[in-house]
């Protein structure tokens, strides 16, 4: 390195750090290498997104940092590595799901059995007509082909796993740190989230939060089945990125459970924003391919609040939660508080 070179980067790192503390970017090497590089200001157009970023939140959030880096400054090896994490980690929840979905037919399948076989012995027993005995038979057969489609479907996607996965592992590397996304939805997960609302609370942004649940999504999963219950949370996860506008982040809480943070909002447009979500929520509509039906059934219930002065980022998200379960216990489908 030149001696202009050197002297250079120290001025250039002399800018940095301070732009770092001020506004309290962690020192990580991606956060390192994305101020670094803002401090150059040798591309226009990463200044011009931090910039604004700053100016809409009032500060750089770790998930706003995160994305900044992905996209101006990631090596197409970090995305491509990033990318195939995320799917290797989807496509082992979609297997799951078809195990326990295949599981719980097979459940099904040895209950009708032994409830076929018990009517057949009082058949013999009581002497049923012929036309009695052919329609348990046939209640059997049906039952069979069941279980032996649900079975091949899962023969089938446990092949082509095993194959996806010895190729991803080769690409995988092992130095990867703990992932903020996802994998499933593709939105932020809690890991995310709890980064980002502290660095709402640390730095005294004002924000709301929405939390919401899909309704009785338990049931749903044992009617038609985990991979379907899969799908319906990909769809509710873009039609959250679709509503969400003013750099509101959307986050998968857990399960069925998804929140939303949306910076220098009043109760009364983020119980808007809830009111949209919950509109487009209403308007899914999913094919079950098992039996061909159209599933429009899906519903969520909300919970907003926004947070006072005086309150942690416990109470918060305590309020927002109590207040979603209260929509539930009125009938769910709706958003609390009202006022």
Known sequence: ????????STETLKKTVPLMIKHKVPTTPTNYALWYTYATQQQPTLNHAVDQGIEALGHCTPTLCDSLYQEHLASQTDKDVAQLKQSLTAMMQELTSTMSDTLSNAETFQGALSHTFSKLESAEREGLSLEDTMTLVRELIRESRQIQLTTGTFKGQLSNAQQEIAALREA???????ANQDALTGLNNRRAFERDIHSYSDNQIPYSLIMMDIDKFKDFNDNFGHLLGDQVLKIVARRLLECSRDYAQSYRFGGEEFVIILPHKTLSSTRQQ???IRRAIEKISVLDKKSGKRINSVTASFGIATKQEDETTADVIARADSHLNQAKQLGRNRVLPIN
Do not use: G, I, P
């Open 1 to 8: 390195m030149s001696k202009d070179s050197f002297v250079e």
């Open 172 to 178: 995988l590397s092992e130095s990867q740190k703990e």
């Open 274 to 276: 809830a009111e949209t």
